[in-house]
């Protein structure tokens, strides 16, 4: 097999992988089902790599992070320092959903200011309640 042969396939090869992995990640999602935390550098390790998938989901889709995630991402770091992991586990969920369908449009509420939102920045919040 000549050079230039070989490497034109495995140029192929691996910008289909690269494709592959794209199209698999968007069908199971980029986020996987929220860990239970339960002590303060697991829980900030949650949110470092959640806050890593945000940002590499804009530089994919250059679709802008939404206000309220960045500040459920605040609120998360403030909760994993207090230890309120009950109120971290609302934030991961919803950041986590909001990461799931990052690429929908925003006025189907996955990334903005719902119920599930306001319980995330305030589980004493009417959004938690019901």
């Not at 089902?33 to 829980?43: H, R």
């Not at 590499?56 to 459920?72: D, G």
Request: hydrophobic residues 40%; aromatic residues 10%.
């Amino acid at each position: 097999m000549s050079t230039p042969l070989l490497a034109r396939i495995v140029k192929f090869a691996a910008a289909f992988v690269g494709l592959w992995m794209l199209v698999g990640m968007r069908a199971t999602g980029p986020a996987t089902a929220a860990p239970a935390v339960n002590d303060t550098a697991a829980c900030l390790r949650v949110g470092e790599a959640l806050n890593r998938q945000a940002e590499r989901l804009q530089r994919q889709t250059r679709v802008q992070i939404s206000r309220e995630f960045t500040r459920v991402a605040a609120n998360l770091e403030d909760y994993c320092n207090d230890k309120d992991f009950e109120k971290a586990r609302l934030s991961i969920d919803w950041m986590e959903t909001c990461l799931n369908n990052f690429t929908k449009p925003y006025r189907l509420g996955y990334c903005s200011r719902g119920k599930a939102y306001f319980c995330a920045i305030d589980p004493n919040s009417d959004g938690c309640k019901g």
